[in-house]
């Protein structure tokens, strides 16, 4: 279904959109930030930490050496109180996906695993590809609504094409 390449390009994918949107709120006031502006997870902030915490959330999951976050969904909008301490955490975050990527073989993304899922408050047993696929969704999923909180607030939000990704950075 899915190949280590394709590991490779979306965990590249996912670091260049977060240092573009880290880039577009600097300096923007926190309050702007913490403003509700009646998304999913409310503001452009809290969807940025939610997004950190599923991140994490799934590479504990592939990676028995990544560690868990604390709390759950419901939790995961107040993880960092500032842009620059979700800066920090995301680059981290960021470069876990990316030595992740880097390391996994085509074996790594067959078969099934075995995690419990808070959503659904029970363990699951689930094919690791989709898993997989759903970690990078999520993350441009949630983006997304980034994108169009900055877009509303009338921030410039960052391209977010694939093909304009640089090739080398």
Partial sequence: MITPDYCRLMARYNAWQNRQIEKALEGVPLEA?????????????????????????????????CEKPEGGIGDSTELFPTLGAWSAERFRVDGMISRWAAEVHAVGLTGSFRFYSGAL?????????????????????????????????????????????????
């Fill in 33 to 65: 930030l913490k403003a509700d502006h009646g998304a999913f997870f409310g503001s452009i902030l809290g969807t940025l930490n939610h997004l950190v915490w599923g991140d994490r959330m799934w590479m504990s999951r592939f990676d028995p050496s």
């Fill in 121 to 169: 408050g029970r363990e699951v047993t689930k094919q690791i590809a989709p898993c997989v696929v759903h970690m990078f969704n999520h993350q441009t999923h949630h983006r997304g609504q980034v994108h169009a909180m900055m877009t509303r607030t009338g921030l410039k939000a960052p391209v977010t094409d694939l093909f304009i990704m640089p090739d080398e950075e």
